[in-house]
């Protein structure tokens, strides 16, 4: 199957240009983004870090107002409907994995559901429907909407989408980890033909009756991010609804190196624990110890290791708009991004938890949370998997290709 575009028409762009407001430039939400963690993190003081992972937690509302303030939900938009093209147009994907990263080291259960949003909004653009993008836009600007990407089957068998006479489908079955449940207005909702193949679908939740299992959400972390088991049945959707193709949604290389955008997260996670863990420590007067130095030291070239990390994977999707060959080194690159990051991450988790011993992990002080979130979210599907795809790919280019040019950034071979 070819490589997408992720720019839409031309014919697009007349429609809308003069009829939306401007779009915020690169610098203002990497800033914005930068501003509103900082503000996150001081607000997350010893009283209140525990709200949202005790038994009275809340879905991060408030948190979702300020993105939308900063211009965050609809930056992910097309710059005809007002945004920013963040992560789709040409050279903004630094600017998205920045924006996660401080996203993720504000909160987690936010970056999570916000890295849903703009998975969703990559996927329209690549493949909805005009009226469709234009409906859905709105809903961003004017509402808040918030959309999601509910792929994650249910044990007991795949959702179905069955046809129905004039286009429509009806859907049959669950969805697990439907993260946002209650609160993400317009998630794509995955589901198999009857022929096997996937059909992505957007539901309009407040215009459709489903059944939500909250009691099915008890996780070990990240609590906040309402990730419940909802059952679809009986759903019904008009054809202005479906998205794309059958299988469109497995289309390479998106698919498989879109992963970097959740482990930018991950990453944010990480800085987030590495400061709270330096400022533990300095409270407790413990700045000077030997031990606790070399810990520090350890965590500080973890994050500094996924922020280069996390700049070549961006180099990689950029890279990928120009050839199949491109977009195949990016997956490989991704699978490389995401096993090493998951590695420094826990290595950052072990000495944060040694740094701050037993005490640290008492309420109210915000580890014990911190450590249940991040160690839940690093939990990605088929890492196995990832890990022998980019092995694979080093085999294969081994006879041509130097370690030098094996990766974007590397030097340029003859």
Not at 109 to 125: D, K, P
Not at 213 to 234: E, H, K, L, Q, V
Request: charged share 25%; glycine share 10%; net charge neutral.
């Amino acid at each position: 199957m070819p490589p997408i575009s992720l720019l839409p028409p031309a014919t697009r762009v007349a429609t809308w240009i003069g009829r939306v407001p401007r779009a915020p430039d690169a610098d203002s939400l990497r800033r914005r983004a930068a501003a509103l963690a900082d503000r996150w993190r001081a607000e997350a003081s010893e009283e209140t870090a525990w709200a949202g992972d005790a038994d009275d937690w809340q879905f991060p509302d408030a948190k979702f107002d300020e993105l939308a303030e900063a211009g965050k939900l609809a930056a992910t938009l097309a710059a005809e409907h007002g945004g920013a093209g963040l992560g789709t147009a040409p050279g903004t994907m630094p600017t998205l994995l920045r924006v996660l990263r401080h996203v993720g080291r504000g909160d987690l259960c936010t970056g999570r559901i916000y890295e849903g949003h703009v998975n969703a909004w990559q996927l329209l653009r690549a493949f909805g429907k005009p009226a469709l993008l234009a409906r859905l836009a709105e809903d961003v600007r004017e509402h808040r909407h918030l959309s999601g990407v509910w792929n994650a089957e249910n044990p007991a068998g795949a959702l179905r989408v069955i046809p129905r006479p004039g286009g429509g489908v009806r859907l049959e079955g669950a969805k697990t980890f439907c993260s946002g449940a209650g609160h993400v207005q317009r998630p794509f909702v995955n589901g198999r033909l009857p022929d096997g193949r996937v059909q992505m679908c957007v539901v309009p939740m407040d215009e459709v009756r489903t059944l939500h299992d909250a009691d099915w959400w008890r996780p070990m972390g990240m609590r906040g991010t309402a990730s419940y088991r909802i059952d679809f049945t009986g759903v019904e959707l008009g054809p202005e609804w479906l998205v794309g193709g059958p299988d469109d949604y497995e289309r390479e290389p998106w698919f498989s190196a879109g992963a970097m955008r959740f482990v930018a997260v991950h990453a944010g996670g990480a800085e987030a624990l590495f400061d709270d863990t330096r400022a533990f420590l300095a409270r407790s007067k413990r700045t000077e110890d030997h031990f606790q130095l070399t810990r520090i030291a350890e965590m500080a070239g973890a994050i500094e290791t996924t922020s280069l990390w996390l700049g070549s994977a961006a180099a990689a999707w950029e890279a990928a708009r120009d050839s199949a060959e491109a977009g195949r080194r990016a997956i490989a690159h991704t699978a490389l991004l995401r096993m090493t990051v998951e590695e420094l991450c826990l290595r950052v988790l072990t000495a944060a938890e040694r740094c701050v011993g037993a005490r640290g992990l008492m309420e109210p002080l915000p580890f014990g949370r911190m450590v249940r979130d991040l160690r839940m979210y690093l939990r990605q599907p088929v890492p196995d998997l990832m890990v022998r795809r980019a092995g694979e790919w080093a085999l294969a280019t081994h006879p041509l290709v130097p370690a030098h040019g094996l990766w974007p950034g590397g030097e340029e071979t003859e």
